[in-house]
Structures are given as C-alpha cells and as structure tokens.
C-alpha cells in the first residue's frame, strides 16, 4: 500500500470530530484507520462518499484512503473532484486565473479560492451566498454552507421563480394574516437600518399589525424577522415585480434605506401606497450612486420621509422639500458582557468604546489614532470596539495590537448595553453617520461622548449628552475624551440619562409613519 500522502487544504480536524459524538486523539489518524470507511469526511472540501462513487477504482490505485487518492491522483488533464459541488472543469472555466497557473483547481479553492469568494462550480455561487447568509466579516461562503447551511435549508445558488410564481407566494403569505404591513430592506446584517426595521416590526406587531418582509439581500436577522412574519429575500431568486403585483393594494408599504430604493420603486409602480424612509447622509447616497434611485422611486409614486434635518436640507437640490420624521431608538437588552474589556474594567483600567461595522465612514482609523494618544496619557485606559471589521479595518487593528495598545474586538454583541454601562466614555469617531443609534445606547446607560462635528444626523439634538470638536482636531478629541473619564460622577451620569429619555421607544415614530397613509 501506498504511503499517505499530504493533505494541506483538505483535513480539517475540527469539522472531523464534529461528525463524532466524542472526541478522537488523533483525528488524522483516526481517519486514516476508521473514518474514511465509515464514510465521514475530512474537510468541508472533501466528501468520501462522493469521491469513491465517482472514482470506483480507487481502491486498486493502493492508497489508504480515498483522500490520498484524490491528492496523489489529481493532476493536469486528470483533474479530479473531491465534492458534487466542486467542479474542476467549470472552476477553471470561471477563474481563468488558475487555469494559467496551472494549479490543482479543487487545491486552488480550498487553499485560497473559498476564503478569496470564488465560486466551485456552477452548482454554488459564493457571491449569492455571501450576500443572504453570511454576516458582514465572514469568509468561506462554501465551507459555511457544508458545515451549517446545509442544515439550515440555505441555498447553494439562486432558485429563478416567475413573477407568477413570486405573486402566487406572497399571496398565499398574506392570506389570513391581520392587518398585513410590508416592510421593504436592503439587507438583514446586525447594523443600523436592518435593526431599526427589526424594531418598527416589533412595535407595529405589539399593535396587532402582522409585518411582512422585502428584502433586497439576506444576513443573520432574517431568523429573526421570520419569527415576526413571511420574509421574501429577493436575492433567492423571488421575482420583485411579481412579489409586489400579488400584494393588495390595501396594504401599506414602507421601504426602509436608500439602498432598498429600487424596492420602494418597484412598489410604487404596483400601485401601492409606499413610504421610502431615508436614513443615510447625501455623502454616503453620492458615494454609492443612490440618489437617481431615490428619484426614480420619488417619479413612480413613492413618498419619501428623511430622518433628520440635515438630510432633507442635502437632498432638497435633487428631491426637493421632503418631509422629516426623526426615529426614536429602543434599547438593546441589558445583560452581562461576556467578553474581555468587562475584565478590563474590573481590573481599574479606564474603558473607551467605539461601534458599529468598522470600515473608513466609521472612522475606525481615527479610534485608534485617538486610542494610541489616550493611552500614552492614561497607561491604565482600554479600548473596546463593538462590532464587525472589514479586511481594511482588520489589518489597522494588527497593527494597534503590534504596537500594545490594549484593544478588545469582540465583533457584534447583543448585550452591548452592559458594554456601554462599563465604558467611560463613547468615541464617536464617524465621518458621516446617519445617527448612530449606539450614541444613544451609550447614553442610556449615562455615559458621554465625545465625536468629531462631521455630517452626523444627530448633531444639534444629542449635544448635551457629550462633546462635538472640529473635525481634524485630535488634541481636542483626545482632551475631551480624557476629561469625561477623569469628571464624570455618577450624579452626571443620571443627569445624562434623563436627558435621553424622549429620545426612547419607536411608538411616536410609528406613529407618524401610519399617519402618512391615512
């Protein structure tokens, strides 16, 4: 018999053992001796079962096991597949990149190609895939699917129905519901507008509404809107103008983001009453070419509300006067951080946090250029940011661990008020941002912020709950900042609290977003 051969890519010791009830010493080993006749399966990238029907001769080749023969096998004109959803012939076709190289495609993919989005085959689409399932700082759209999707009933590729088809369901889907109300989004990330729809649904369903959901794309919320009404995630292949053509026209439409602008279009032209709530800056509309969309859907009929001043008055060149309805925020639940930075705080370090998906617009490079200068003048500070971080904002973070700065990530949490009620201060560090709620979730638990004076929605209505400093002004920042931590008492910090109170609850909200279909 053949000697084993090297299996970089294609032995994953984690996934093997969760195909076990207990663990195994030595999963490589044990796989080589029981697992791949029991049929398991190495990797996500690997399926035995799969290889040995295609392959049937591979016993008589000498190898071990069917993963030394695939890999001693696979080779130029000869390319094997290791998994029905990796297709060498078509993985090359796709990514004409590797085919110059001359790499092992099924290799190329689960050394690089899953972690780069490539997609395996024509039978899987990561791009899809990443856009309804993944959250925003996941990778390896494939190997999410193997290991979770699969069970979860996602789909591999989109699944194409007629506009017939797309009417059909979502009529089926409101028959027998109460006082259906369609809610339209770009997305169901865990940020800003996703949470926001989450949230009007719970207040409109407290109120015996039954909602019902659009999306453009899908996230992690969509199990959660689920649990509060049909959800439609367009990107599966639904087809828009036939979900909104099987819709009555009885039904109230509100479109939620300039993103989901198409989707507010698309129900205007329905003949549906739609309200299309803008919550982005013009700087962010312009950034990614929305405002024709909101146009288009503003000529088809939709009536467009801004959440705050400052937007409208950008918009009135192209959009002319539009009305505004400032959102209330509600509060995330208040629990017990499990994560570093809590620590922190217990061992007497100042805490200074930050939020949201950490990309330029959040300005995650200016909360560690502001973190590095805190903590040369207060060496016991610590700094936390909640939330995802794109690849631009990772290597940044790299960088602030090499150079010590005490710095916990521990992504998106949803017990984030007890983050904020151990923190200091909240650096609002922003170049542009629609609100952020998390300004207010700091608050709420008496803590200060202290931001730069960018194009932010809230300015002019939170300002006495921190500090504003010019933009640029990184002393200021940081002296402001410093001096929050070192002042405030608890007495300021229920002063604060009160002040925040007729910013809470979304019933006022709501309430103004019916009236507008009255």
Same mark, same amino acid.
């Given at each position: 018999?053949?000697?084993?051969?090297a299996?970089?890519?294609?032995?994953?010791?984690?996934?093997?053992?969760?195909?076990?009830?207990?663990?195994?010493?030595?999963?490589?080993?044990?796989?080589?001796?029981?697992?791949?006749?029991?049929?398991?399966?190495?990797?996500?990238?690997?399926?035995?079962?799969?290889y040995?029907?295609?392959?049937?001769?591979?016993?008589?080749?000498?190898?071990?096991?069917?993963?030394d023969?695939?890999l001693?096998?696979?080779?130029?004109?000869?390319?094997?597949?290791?998994?029905?959803?990796?297709?060498?012939?078509?993985?090359?076709?796709?990514?004409?990149?590797?085919?110059?190289?001359?790499?092992?495609?099924?290799?190329?993919?689960?050394?690089?190609?899953?972690?780069?989005?490539?997609?395996?085959?024509?039978?899987?689409?990561?791009?899809?895939?990443?856009?309804?399932?993944?959250?925003?700082?996941?990778?390896?759209?494939?190997?999410?699917?193997?290991?979770?999707?699969?069970?979860?009933?996602?789909?591999?590729?989109?699944?194409?129905r007629?506009?017939?088809?797309?009417?059909?369901?979502?009529?089926?889907?409101?028959?027998?519901?109460?006082?259906?109300?369609?809610?339209?989004?770009h997305?169901?990330?865990?940020?800003?507008?996703?949470?926001?729809?989450?949230?009007?649904?719970?207040?409109?369903?407290?109120?015996?509404?039954?909602?019902?959901?659009?999306?453009?794309?899908?996230?992690?919320?969509?199990?959660?809107?689920?649990?509060?009404?049909?959800?439609?995630?367009?990107?599966?292949?639904?087809d828009?103008?036939?979900?909104?053509?099987?819709?009555?026209?009885?039904?109230?439409?509100?479109?939620?983001?300039?993103?989901?602008?198409?989707?507010?279009?698309?129900?205007?032209?329905a003949?549906?009453?739609?309200v299309?709530?803008?919550?982005?800056?013009?700087?962010? +509309?312009? /950034? *990614?070419?929305?405002?024709?969309?909101?146009? $288009?859907?503003? &000529?088809? =009929? %939709?009536? #467009?509300?801004?959440?705050?001043?400052?937007?409208?008055?950008?918009?009135?060149?192209?959009?002319?006067?539009?009305e505004?309805?400032?959102?209330?925020?509600?509060?995330?639940?208040?629990?017990?951080?499990?994560?570093?930075a809590?620590?922190?705080?217990?061992?007497?370090?100042?805490?200074?946090?930050?939020?949201?998906?950490?990309?330029?617009?959040?300005?995650?490079d200016?909360?560690?250029?502001?973190?590095?200068?805190i903590?040369?003048?207060?060496?016991?500070a610590?700094?936390?940011? +909640?939330? /995802? *971080?794109?690849?631009?904002?990772?290597?940044? $973070?790299?960088? &602030?661990? =090499? %150079?010590? #700065?005490?710095?916990s990530?521990?992504?998106?949490?949803?017990?984030?008020?007890?983050?904020?009620?151990?923190a200091?201060?909240?650096?609002?560090?922003?170049?542009?941002?629609?609100?952020?709620?998390?300004?207010?979730?700091?608050?709420?638990?008496?803590?200060?912020?202290?931001?730069?004076?960018?194009?932010?929605?809230?300015?002019?209505?939170?300002?006495?709950?921190?500090?504003?400093?010019?933009?640029?002004?990184?002393?200021?920042?940081?002296?402001?900042?410093?001096?929050?931590?070192?002042?405030?008492?608890?007495?300021?910090?229920?002063?604060?609290? $009160?002040?925040?109170?007729?910013?809470?609850? #979304?019933?006022?909200?709501?309430?103004?977003?019916?009236?507008?279909?009255?």
């Amino acid at each position: 018999m053949m000697p084993p051969v090297a299996c970089e890519g294609f032995f994953d010791a984690g996934f093997y053992q969760g195909q076990h009830d207990t663990p195994v010493a030595d999963p490589l080993g044990h796989f080589r001796a029981e697992g791949d006749r029991l049929g398991l399966d190495p990797s996500p990238y690997f399926s035995t079962r799969h290889y040995k029907a295609l392959y049937p001769g591979w016993a008589a080749e000498g190898h071990p096991t069917a993963l030394d023969s695939f890999l001693a096998q696979d080779r130029p004109g000869a390319w094997r597949s290791p998994h029905p959803l990796i297709d060498p012939v078509a993985y090359l076709r796709l990514h004409p990149d590797v085919a110059a190289a001359a790499f092992s495609p099924a290799g190329h993919f689960a050394r690089h190609g899953d972690a780069e989005g490539r997609s395996p085959s024509d039978g899987f689409d990561a791009g899809f895939y990443r856009r309804c399932y993944l959250r925003l700082q996941e990778t390896c759209a494939f190997a999410h699917y193997i290991r979770v999707g699969q069970g979860a009933g996602h789909l591999p590729r989109p699944v194409l129905r007629s506009p017939e088809q797309s009417a059909t369901a979502i009529r089926q889907a409101l028959a027998g519901l109460a006082r259906p109300i369609l809610l339209g989004v770009h997305d169901a990330q865990e940020a800003g507008t996703p949470i926001l729809v989450r949230d009007i649904a719970l207040t409109f369903a407290a109120r015996g509404l039954s909602p019902v959901f659009v999306l453009r794309d899908g996230g992690p919320l969509v199990a959660r809107f689920a649990e509060l009404g049909p959800v439609f995630v367009l990107a599966e292949g639904w087809d828009a103008a036939g979900v909104f053509a099987g819709v009555p026209r009885d039904v109230p439409v509100i479109v939620n983001s300039g993103a989901a602008a198409q989707l507010a279009q698309g129900a205007a032209r329905a003949g549906l009453r739609t309200v299309l709530l803008i919550h982005e800056m013009r700087g962010y +509309l312009d /950034a *990614l070419g929305l405002v024709p969309g909101l146009a $288009a859907a503003q &000529a088809a =009929g %939709a009536r #467009l509300i801004a959440s705050f001043p400052r937007m409208a008055e950008a918009l009135h060149p192209d959009l002319g006067r539009l009305e505004v309805v400032q959102p209330g925020v509600t509060l995330p639940p208040a629990g017990r951080a499990d994560f570093r930075a809590r620590r922190r705080v217990q061992a007497g370090r100042k805490l200074f946090i930050g939020a949201g998906h950490a990309d330029r617009r959040k300005g995650f490079d200016l909360f560690l250029d502001a973190a590095q200068e805190i903590h040369a003048r207060m060496p016991e500070a610590g700094f936390v940011w +909640l939330g /995802a *971080l794109d690849p631009w904002a990772q290597d940044l $973070a790299l960088a &602030a661990w =090499g %150079a010590g #700065l005490p710095l916990s990530l521990p992504g998106f949490v949803t017990d984030s008020l007890a983050c904020y009620a151990a923190a200091a201060v909240y650096l609002l560090t922003s170049r542009e941002d629609p609100g952020p709620a998390t300004l207010i979730h700091a608050a709420a638990t008496g803590t200060p912020f202290v931001g730069y004076a960018a194009d932010i929605g809230l300015r002019g209505t939170v300002d006495p709950l921190g500090r504003f400093v010019t933009c640029g002004d990184r002393a200021g920042f940081v002296a402001a900042a410093i001096g929050f931590a070192q002042g405030e008492t608890q007495a300021t910090r229920r002063a604060r609290r $009160a002040l925040l109170r007729p910013h809470l609850g #979304l019933d006022r909200y709501c309430d103004q977003l019916l009236k507008a279909f009255a």
